[in-house]
C-alpha cells in the first residue's frame, strides 16, 4: 500500500511533490474527460452505436396483462398428468379465489417447422413462421403486478419515472427520418393499456424522447391540419414568426428540456405534415398486403392496420414503435382462459406474422427487431376454477429478426412452468442485449440524474448481461 511505503520522516517539500504528481493526474483526467463527446443529447439527429449493430430498429408488440406460457409456448405433459392435484412445493398466491390445485392447458400443443418448436393451438398463424423466431421460455421478473411489471419491462425497475426503452434507443441513436417522430406508439383507439403514457415515457431524459401515439382511425396524427386551410404562403409566415417568438422565449429559459422539446415537437409537427401522410398512406399497399394483414376481417383489422403502419414506419427511418392490442389489459386471464384466450390470439396472431413476412420480403428483418412480450406468465394452478392467476418466476417471449437466432426455443422451466429453471433471463439481460443488437453498450448509454450516470440497466437489482446463446454472432465478452 502507498502508506506503507512512506519513510519514517519526509520533508515538507518531498510531501508537496508527491501530492503534486497527484493533483497533475486529476488535472489530466478532467482534460481528458473533457474531450469525450457529449454524453447528453436533446435532439433526434441520427447518431450513430458504440460499434456496428445488426439492426436499425425495433418494433415492439406489448402483450398487456400476462400472456401465459403454458398455454401459448411452454409446453408441460407432467402439468396434464398432474391436473386436478396439488403443486407438491406450493405456489405463490397473488390473488384470492386461488387455489394450489395444478391445471393443464386446455389446448393442444403440436412440433412446427423444421425446428420442431411446439405452439399452443391458439397460435396457427405464427406456427407457420416458428423457424424465423427466437423463443425463449425462461424469462423471469421481479413483481406480480400489472403496473410494477409493466414498469419493469419497459425500464428494469418496478417504480414509475425512468425512461422506457424505447426513450433510451431514440435518445442514443436518433432518428433517420427528421421529418417523423423517433418513437411512435400506436395503441387501440378504443382505449389506452394500463399505465397508459407511462409505457412510453422518456423519464428523466428529456421530454423529447417520449413516444408519441398516432392514431390508426381517422386522422393519423391528431390537430396536424388546420380545419380550414390557410390562404398561400400565410402558413409558412406563421412558422417563421413563431420560430423566432420561440428562440426568445427559450433564451430566456435557458435549461428547461420540456420547453425545449415542446418547441422541437412543434417544429417536427410542421414537417409532418408534409411527410407523416403520405407515409401513413395506406391506400398505396396492395390487396394481397391488406388481406395478409387481416383488414379485411373485422377481427384482424383494427390490430392489423397498427402493424402495417409499423412497417411503414420503419421502412420510413423510424427507429422505435410499440403496438397494442387493446385497451387495458387484454392477456389478463384470471378465468374463462379457454373461452378468452382464443379470442385474443384470433386478433393478434395473423397481423403480427404477417408483419414479420412482410419485412422478411423487403429485405428488412435483418435490420428490424420483433420483440412479442408480456410483463410476466401465469401459475400452472388455477383460479376461479378455469384461470391463473400472476406468476413472476417464469414467462416466455420471443424475439425475431435482428440478428437473433432463427428456429430456437432457449432456455427450460420446471415440469409444471412455475419457475426458469435453466439459462434464466432477467429483463435487464433482454434489455443489454436488444441494445447490444443496435450497435450500443448498455454501460455506456449514459445520462446524468441527480448527479448520477443512469444507464437503461443500471436500476436491475440483479445487474445486466448480454445473452450469448439467443444472437447469430454473440460477442466474445459479455
Not at 425545449?260 to 409532418?272: C, H, P, S
Amino acid at each position: 500500500m502507498f502508506w506503507d511505503e512512506l519513510p519514517e520522516y519526509i520533508s515538507r517539500r518531498k510531501l508537496l511533490e508527491m501530492l503534486g504528481m497527484g493533483l497533475g493526474t486529476v488535472a489530466l483526467s478532467s482534460l481528458l474527460k473533457a474531450d469525450e463527446p457529449r454524453r447528453f443529447y436533446n435532439d433526434v439527429i441520427p447518431r450513430e452505436g458504440h460499434f456496428p449493430g445488426t439492426a436499425k430498429a425495433v418494433i415492439q408488440f406489448v402483450q398487456v396483462g400476462g400472456p401465459s406460457q403454458m398455454d401459448l409456448f411452454d409446453p408441460k405433459p407432467e402439468l396434464t398428468k398432474w391436473s386436478g392435484k396439488p403443486h407438491p412445493d406450493g405456489v405463490e398466491i397473488h390473488q384470492p379465489k386461488n387455489s394450489n390445485v395444478l391445471m393443464a392447458s386446455p389446448f393442444q400443443f403440436r412440433k412446427h417447422g423444421q425446428s420442431g418448436i411446439e405452439l399452443g393451438e391458439t397460435l396457427p398463424h405464427l406456427a407457420k413462421v416458428v423457424d424465423e423466431i427466437c423463443l425463449v421460455r425462461s424469462m423471469h421478473t421481479e413483481h406480480n403486478n400489472h403496473p410494477e411489471g409493466l414498469n419493469m419491462l419497459m425500464t428494469c425497475r418496478i417504480f414509475p419515472g425512468r425512461p422506457v426503452l424505447g426513450a433510451w434507443v431514440s435518445y442514443a441513436l436518433g432518428t433517420e427520418n427528421q421529418n417523423l417522430p423517433a418513437f411512435v406508439v400506436l395503441r387501440d383507439p378504443e382505449g389506452s393499456p394500463t399505465l397508459g403514457k407511462g409505457l412510453w415515457h422518456s423519464g428523466f431524459l428529456p421530454a423529447l424522447y417520449q413516444g408519441v401515439e398516432f392514431s390508426s382511425t381517422g386522422t393519423p396524427v391528431h390537430h396536424l391540419h388546420p380545419s380550414v386551410p390557410p390562404p398561400p404562403g400565410v402558413q409558412r409566415e406563421r412558422l417563421d414568426t413563431l420560430a423566432k417568438l420561440n428562440k426568445m422565449h427559450l433564451g430566456r429559459h435557458t435549461g428547461d428540456t420540456e420547453l425545449e422539446a415542446r418547441i422541437q415537437n412543434y417544429e417536427l409537427a410542421a414537417r409532418m405534415q408534409l411527410a407523416a401522410m403520405d407515409v401513413l398512406d395506406i391506400s398505396k399497399e396492395s390487396e394481397v398486403t391488406k388481406k395478409l394483414y387481416g383488414l379485411d376481417n373485422p377481427v384482424t383489422a383494427g390490430y392489423g392496420l397498427r402493424c402495417l403502419m409499423a412497417r411503414r414506419l420503419v421502412e420510413a427511418g423510424v427507429r422505435f414503435v410499440q403496438i397494442y392490442p387493446g385497451k387495458g389489459q387484454p392477456w389478463d386471464h384470471h378465468s374463462k382462459i379457454k373461452q378468452d384466450m382464443p379470442e385474443i390470439c384470433a386478433k393478434t396472431d395473423q397481423p403480427v406474422t404477417a408483419l414479420l413476412k412482410d419485412l422478411k420480403g423487403l429485405g428488412l428483418l435483418e435490420s428490424t427487431i420483433l420483440m412479442w412480450a408480456g410483463e410476466f406468465g401465469r401459475l400452472p394452478t388455477t383460479q376461479m376454477s378455469d384461470g391463473r392467476d400472476h406468476n413472476r418466476n417464469a414467462f416466455s417471449l420471443w424475439l425475431a429478426g435482428g440478428g437473433f437466432q432463427e428456429g430456437l426455443a432457449y432456455g427450460e422451466t420446471d415440469e409444471f412452468g412455475y419457475k426458469s429453471t435453466v439459462n434464466r433471463v432477467g429483463i435487464a439481460d433482454l434489455q443489454a442485449t436488444l441494445l447490444h443488437q443496435l450497435g450500443l453498450d448498455h454501460r455506456q448509454v449514459t445520462a446524468l440524474h441527480e448527479g448520477r450516470e443512469e444507464t437503461p440497466t443500471n436500476a436491475s437489482i440483479t445487474g445486466a448481461r448480454i445473452v450469448p446463446g439467443i444472437l447469430k454472432n454473440p460477442p466474445k465478452e459479455t
